[in-house]
T-cell receptor, first 115, second 114 residues
Framework: GAVVSQHPSWVICKSGTSVKIECRSL??????MFWYRQFPKQSLMLMAT?????????EQGVEKDKFLINHASLTLSTLTVTSAHPEDSSFYIC???????????FGPGTRLLVL | AQSVSQHNHHVILSEAASLELGCNYS??????LFWYVQYPGQHLQLLLK??????LVKGIKGFEAEFIKSKFSFNLRKPSVQWSDTAEYFC????????????FGTGTLLAVQP
């Protein structure tokens, strides 16, 4: 099946720093990728839809200046958490939409801990 | 607005017991339906999906789900669970022909006792 990777798998940073997370579709091209956030024992919360070559579409309540998304190519989307604070600590998951199978494939997630 | 509800937050079963996890969605139009599974420490994997045709769909690992349009339901079933089925199960829906974004249910944590 289709493979989506994320890097890094986990990161610890100091409050106030910025963290970049990469999401790659390894064996297919994805015009659309998605970024989710998952809190412990809760479901995935969609943060934004990343569209190749255009601006991301953010869900209500998600600060676009806080969570910068760049979808520079058909296989890569990045999420940058700017000026991270402890409340941004979470599990961030990306997914990529495969047009042919009309299915989202998920990455393994990135665990962010902000001290 | 679309929404997905999963009624069971936690389910505990013994091995060989039958499983049925409920999923109901709220949306007035045509939808695609999915079940994803997240094993401990692993990423979400697609179990099965329904787009059209036979409302009874079969997925991997012996799982199946039935789409009942009149009930807005897409329940997941397995006749005989195994310890290795211990995981969290998420139902998801997306509006056909619209954006590709998925709306997830809150998930059901299944624990299978050996």
């Amino acid at each position: 099946g289709a493979v989506v990777s994320q890097h890094p798998s986990w990161v610890i940073c100091k409050s106030g720093t910025s963290v970049k997370i990469e999401c790659r579709s390894l064996d297919f091209q994805a015009t659309t990728m998605f970024w989710y956030r998952q809190f412990p024992k809760q479901s995935l919360m969609l943060m934004a839809t990343s569209n190749e070559g255009s601006k991301a579409t953010y869900e209500q309540g998600v600060e676009k200046d806080k969570f910068l998304i760049n979808h520079a190519s058909l296989t890569l989307s990045t999420l940058t958490v700017t000026s991270a604070h402890p409340e941004d600590s979470s599990f961030y998951i990306c997914s990529a939409w495969e047009d042919f199978k009309e299915t989202q494939y998920f990455g393994p997630g990135t665990r962010l801990l902000v001290l | 607005a679309q929404s997905v509800s999963q009624h069971n937050h936690h389910v505990i079963l013994s091995e060989a017991a039958s499983l049925e996890l409920g999923c109901n969605y709220s949306y007035g139009g045509t939808v695609n339906l999915f079940w994803y599974v997240q094993y401990p420490g692993q990423h979400l994997q697609l179990l099965l999906k329904y787009f059209s045709g036979d409302p009874l769909v079969k997925g991997i690992k012996g799982f199946e789900a039935e789409f009942i349009k009149s009930k807005f339901s897409f329940n997941l079933r397995k006749p005989s669970v195994q310890w290795s089925d211990t995981a969290e199960y998420f139902c998801a829906v997306n509006a056909r022909g619209a954006t590709n974004k998925l709306i997830f249910g809150t998930g059901t944590l299944l624990a299978v006792q050996p």
